[in-house]
């Protein structure tokens, strides 16, 4: 299997929404550009970028983020605060509950993993 490069100039190439009932405030318009996903759907890389707004977020998934340009206050439900910009690298755990706030127009290198729930009692 060959190695799978992750440029930083990607152009985005599908444009998301923040679903309407998640926003609060700003401008709901992202972008990402998936550079890589395993045959198994379960582990996702790629870019990300994303206009002044804040959401609720829930997490199913982990990911992985590390910061190319912006800055970007993250909430967790019970109280907890990040400011996170250019350079800064962090996981986001499965069952996180809380908001993203992009204060300035942001972008990132993703890598997502949500294992399948085939087996599951929720499936």
């Not at 709901?28 to 609720?56: I, K, M």
Request: aromatic share 10%; charged share 25%.
């Amino acid at each position: 299997m060959p190695l799978t490069m992750i440029p930083h100039d990607v152009p985005m190439t599908e444009a998301i929404m923040v679903p309407a009932d998640r926003l609060i405030a700003g401008d709901p318009r992202q972008g990402v550009a998936n550079l890589y996903s395993d045959a198994g759907g379960e582990f996702h890389c790629g870019l990300w970028s994303g206009a002044p707004a804040t959401w609720r977020v829930r997490y199913s998934e982990h990911e992985f983020c590390h910061i190319l340009a912006g800055r970007i206050r993250i909430r967790e439900q019970d109280g907890g605060e990040w400011l996170v910009g250019a350079g800064d690298s962090f996981v986001v755990p499965a069952g996180f509950v809380g908001t993203w706030e992009i204060l300035e127009p942001a972008r990132k290198i993703y890598v997502i993993f949500e294992p399948r729930r085939e087996n599951s009692a929720d499936a």
